[in-house]
């Protein structure tokens, strides 16, 4: 409402003119514009709360995988380590950002690494790689799984198969050994038929009977297979 008052020459008002306007509808309006933005905050609020809950399951998620996980770029520069449980390291794990694969491997596994990393940014195809890691002065064997993050950066899983891999090198040997024996202990029963055979010979010419029917022979080959 707005007014404009006459007054005489007292002061004492005399005439009032006013108009009179109707807001009904701005002030609905700016009602619903303050349910909106209030609903809007409790949108932002509940997602802010979800992004929180998400980041703390992925983390706590991390934490519990064994596996080692970096974040490198395509140059090999190392931007983030997740430590894995009880798995060794070449250099303290404070040393591995800002600094490259190859300052912190010095070999031929370095090589494989960089090329590894190419060939999922090139092809955006996850891959799988073993090497060889001395440390400490021991080797130890480590299985990767490198996935392309976007950005020229990619993500190595990294896992400590060292256990594994004496496994299957005792597993092996144990193997070899075994054959080879049975090889020795073939050669030997069929040298023992051989020489039963020059025995049979020799008393068949001297008008003997044969001291080693051949049904003998046939039970000891059986006995090799």
């Not at 509940?46 to 992004?51: F, I, P, S």
Request: net charge negative.
């Amino acid at each position: 409402e707005q007014a404009n008052v006459t007054l005489d020459n007292s002061g004492k008002a005399v005439r009032m003119v006013g108009t009179v306007q109707d807001i009904t509808e701005r002030k609905r309006v700016e009602i619903e514009l303050e349910k909106h933005r209030e609903h809007l905050e409790e949108l932002v609020e509940e997602r802010t709360q979800e992004l929180k809950l998400s980041e703390t399951r992925n983390k706590a998620l991390l934490e519990a995988v064994p596996d080692m996980i970096f974040r490198v770029k395509r140059d090999g520069t190392y931007l983030e380590l997740i430590p894995g449980k009880g798995i060794k390291t070449i250099v303290p794990e404070s040393d591995f950002i800002g600094k490259t694969i190859s300052d912190i491997i010095q070999n031929e596994t370095a090589g494989l690494i960089m090329a590894t990393i190419e060939l999922v940014l090139d092809t955006d195809i996850i891959q799988v790689a073993e090497y060889q890691l001395i440390i400490s002065g021991e080797i130890n064997y480590r299985e990767a799984r490198f996935i392309g993050l976007g950005n020229d950066e990619v993500m190595i899983i990294e896992r400590d198969v060292s256990e594994r891999k004496k496994a299957e090198e005792s597993l092996k040997r144990h193997s070899e050994e075994l054959e080879n024996f049975n090889n020795i202990m073939v050669d030997r029963e069929m040298r023992i038929i051989e020489l039963k055979e020059e025995v049979n010979k020799l008393a068949e010419e001297a008008g003997r009977d044969v001291p080693y029917p051949a049904a003998w022979e046939e039970e000891c080959w059986n006995s090799t297979v």
